[in-house]
């Protein structure tokens, strides 16, 4: 049974009885990787030791309108209940509503660099017209000023070298790779690191589809190998009997990237320890103890990699070991990447602030 803390949150009588009931019972999906069974076992339980639900409204009648609503099913083909596509969808919603509370004042749709080129949002600034310039971007009143002032007014023409525009902020377009961590030291010492990262992954993927529509998201795992998965399986994600292949990821990572016709692109990383794990032919070569060398150099080998392809790595360590510490600013360094040491708490403001923050300089 899970150590759970039960908070105002999940128990405010001003709420409707289902909604009340629907904040704890997306969380506790969060835990059980999806299983509707579990989670409602759990509840069940709750219900004895805090009295959830009362005479008028139970978790029989919950688990009706959870059904009503379309959010779970109960098919033939599986037994029990399972999550439906409009559930999956709530829960990316919630996840970013918690970690991103402040993303409703911001502008939807934007990547603001400070270079000063054809874009969407316009500056106080205005300059000479040259050859291409849409119209649309055309300064009217700066425009016949100068037309004024150059022709003056018995003799007034408008010509090209009266013309100015609007400076503008470009808009740039990002491809990101997020790796997550899925050996098993994210659940060792009592302590759940995958759900957090489970959420940050989701409320993140909820934000590039709905906000930066033109960018990309793709999300990979890492064990003793990498591979990708889609946006509607975070939810079901767990923890394996795994080692931290660290390079199979970020290959997996450069391949996906290479794909993509964004010259900006970025990975994120959120692992809890340092690289254990490689392949060397079909065999896995491992070492769960310190920093083995032929891992580690491997490791640094695809950083640089990775520097020289202007493919920047953040690394989001959710552990302060100083032997690891180590290793991520080496890591670091090698990549000219950025690394944040963030407890599990922080990580999703973490990984916010830093996508809102990556403002890259247009490429021609």
């Not at 596509?85 to 990316?92: A, H, N, T, V």
């Not at 009217?140 to 070298?161: C, K, V």
């Not at 032919?281 to 695809?302: M, S």
Request: overall charge positive.
């Amino acid at each position: 049974m899970l150590n759970w803390t039960f908070s105002q949150k999940f128990n405010n009588p001003e709420d409707d009885p289902f909604d009340r009931l629907f904040k704890l019972f997306k969380e506790l999906l969060m835990h059980t990787a999806g299983n509707v069974e579990e989670a409602l076992s759990w509840m069940t339980q709750l219900d004895k030791q805090y009295d959830l639900t009362d005479e008028k409204y139970g978790l029989s009648d919950f688990i009706q309108d959870l059904k009503d609503k379309g959010l779970i099913s109960d098919s033939k083909k599986t037994p029990g209940y399972n999550p439906t596509s409009k559930l999956e969808i709530s829960l990316r919603q919630t996840a970013l509503s918690d970690i991103f509370e402040d993303l409703q004042k911001s502008k939807p749709g934007k990547h603001n660099t400070k270079i000063i080129g054809q874009g969407d949002e316009i500056t106080n600034e205005s300059r000479s017209y040259e050859y291409g310039d849409r119209l649309d971007k055309l300064s009217i009143t700066e425009s016949l000023r100068n037309a004024q002032i150059n022709h003056g007014i018995d003799n007034f023409r408008l010509t090209q070298q009266d013309l100015e525009v609007k400076e503008t902020f470009f808009q740039s377009q990002t491809s990101t790779v997020l790796m997550i961590d899925i050996s098993h030291s994210m659940i060792l010492y009592g302590e759940d690191r995958i759900t957090p990262a489970k959420k940050v992954a989701m409320a993140l993927a909820e934000l590039i589809t709905t906000q930066y529509k033109k960018d990309t998201l793709d999300i990979i795992v890492f064990g003793n190998d990498a591979w990708q998965i889609q946006i509607k399986d975070l939810p079901y994600l767990e923890v394996g009997p795994y080692h931290t292949n660290t390079v199979a990821g970020l290959e997996l990572a450069m391949d996906l990237l290479r794909k993509r016709k964004n010259p900006n692109k970025q990975i994120m990383m959120i692992t809890d320890g340092k690289p254990t794990c490689i392949k060397k032919g079909k065999k896995y070569y491992k070492n769960a103890y310190g920093l083995d060398k032929n891992i580690l150099n491997r490791t640094l080998g695809l950083a640089v990699k990775c520097r020289k392809l202007d493919i920047p790595i953040t690394t989001f360590m959710i552990a302060r070991d100083p032997y690891l510490v180590q290793f991520v600013d080496e890591f670091t360094k090698a990549n000219n990447g950025k690394a944040f040491y963030s407890s599990l708490k922080g990580l999703g403001e973490f990984i916010f602030m830093d996508y809102k923050a990556n403002k890259r300089k247009r490429r021609k």
